[in-house]
């Protein structure tokens, strides 16, 4: 019996006991509490599919691996934003029941453009301005091209000049006006050229904007600055090989009378190419809005030396 000992022993084999796990508890005041309906409120689960539950990672909000529940009442858990996702955007916007919100301002449904009668068209210009002198010389050589870039300048300065020197001229293609300019005094006939000058961009105007109305009545789009500033240069240029010619001939002459009806076919064509272009609109209807600016063309002008 003395090699035994009567008492509470340790066992070495036996492996230590480690302490219990007490989990740790953020100080008072610092635990995220949901805040708590009104009394006698009941809390309703907004409708659409129901919400999954967000299991943050480490370090997430709530921390120390516990988990994070939808909170009805507009706390939601903080999610990573992705680059594909619209900032923000509810889960449940654009569903049955929600709404989408916008911003002040935002288009949602894209750039809207609102029509203005009499405005110039939206698209860009074809080309820059072009000098008046390669604007003079484009209307002889490339009609076509040029309306087609000068439809949304205007062209008040060149049209206005060549149109008052024409009239100027005009007056000495009639031979009764001419011999009448020629016999009177200086003091007389200065005022006979002016008055001439003026009356020739009074008609000018006057049928460049019945022109450009009955294309717009046709369908078409253009602006009435560009349309009425070239139907006057239209209308001098093409007359400038007849009244260059009676200036010297005579307007009983058999040559200016042949010239003056080409010049007036021509002016027929400059004039379709000009509101098809600056309107947009076929040949058929770009001829009948110019036929009452040609048909007043032919009786004022050339019908006075035919």
């Known amino acids: 019996m003395a090699g035994f000992r009567i008492g509470r022993g340790r066992d070495n084999n036996r492996p230590p ?11 008072y005041g610092q635990q995220q509490q949901a805040p708590q309906p009104p009394y006698g409120h009941q809390p309703y689960p907004p409708a659409g599919p129901p919400p999954q539950q967000a299991w943050p990672q480490q370090g997430a909000a709530g921390g120390h691996g516990e988990p994070e529940y939808f909170d009805p009442y507009g706390q939601q858990p903080q999610q990573p934003q992705s680059p594909y996702t619209v900032p923000h955007e509810s889960a449940y916007a654009n569903n049955p029941g929600h709404t989408q919100a916008f911003s002040v301002g935002d288009d949602p449904y894209g750039q809207a453009a609102t029509y203005q009668a009499g405005a110039a068209p939206a698209e860009a210009p074809v080309g820059p301005r072009l000098h008046w002198k390669q604007l003079l010389r484009g209307i002889v050589l490339r009609p076509g091209p040029t309306f087609l ?15 008052f020197v024409y009239g100027m001229l005009a007056v000495f293609g009639f031979d009764k006006a001419r011999e009448d300019a020629i016999k009177a005094t200086l003091t007389q006939a200065i005022p006979i050229v002016l008055s001439a000058g003026v009356a020739f961009v009074i008609c000018g105007l006057i049928l460049g904007a019945v022109t450009h109305t009955l294309a717009r009545q046709l369908g078409g789009d253009g602006a009435w600055q560009p349309t009425i500033g070239l139907s006057m240069l239209v209308m001098s240029i093409t007359d400038a ?26 002016a027929g064509a400059l004039f379709t190419s000009l509101i098809s272009k600056s309107h947009d609109l076929p040949w058929q209807k770009a001829l009948g809005a110019s036929a009452i600016q040609l048909v007043a063309l032919l009786s004022l002008i050339k019908l006075g030396t035919l």
């Open 17 to 27: 006991q480690q302490p219990p796990h007490t989990p740790r508890q953020q100080p």
């Open 149 to 163: 870039q000068m439809r949304d300048y205007a062209v008040w300065g060149p049209a206005l000049v060549v149109t």
């Open 241 to 266: 090989p007849r009244l260059l010619v009676a200036i010297f001939l005579g307007g009983d002459n058999m040559v200016v009378q042949v010239l003056g009806w080409l010049t007036w076919l021509a």
